[in-house]
């Protein structure tokens, strides 16, 4: 695997992540009476930011990885104008 192609699977994970998170908060508030917004964002402070946190660290991850792979990419072109 490229580093583009696990750069674009850690954004997946990322955003897998991060959409646990509301996911999570939603089915433990399924079995509720009623719903409105602050008690989703009581339930969304009772899951915690543990997802979001790893999330943002996988985003970064594979925004490194892709970024990696152009710069590896931009010197090996200008490697080959370079020696002709």
């Known amino acids: 695997m490229s580093k ?14 991060i959409a646990s998170k509301y996911l999570a ?5 399924a ?3 009623s719903w409105d917004a ?5 339930m969304l402070i009772y899951v915690g930011n543990t997802l ?3 999330g943002l ?9 892709i970024v990696w ?5 931009l010197k090996s072109r200008n490697k080959k104008k370079s020696n002709f």
């Open 31 to 33: 079995g509720g009476p």
């Open 38 to 42: 602050q008690i989703f964002n009581s």
């Open 69 to 73: 792979e152009e710069y590896d990419d």
């Open 4 to 17: 583009r192609g696990t750069g674009v699977a850690f954004i997946m994970i990322a955003a897998f992540l």
């Open 57 to 65: 660290l996988s985003l970064f991850v594979g925004i490194a990885y």
């Open 52 to 54: 979001s946190n790893f």
């Open 25 to 29: 908060a939603a089915i433990y508030d």
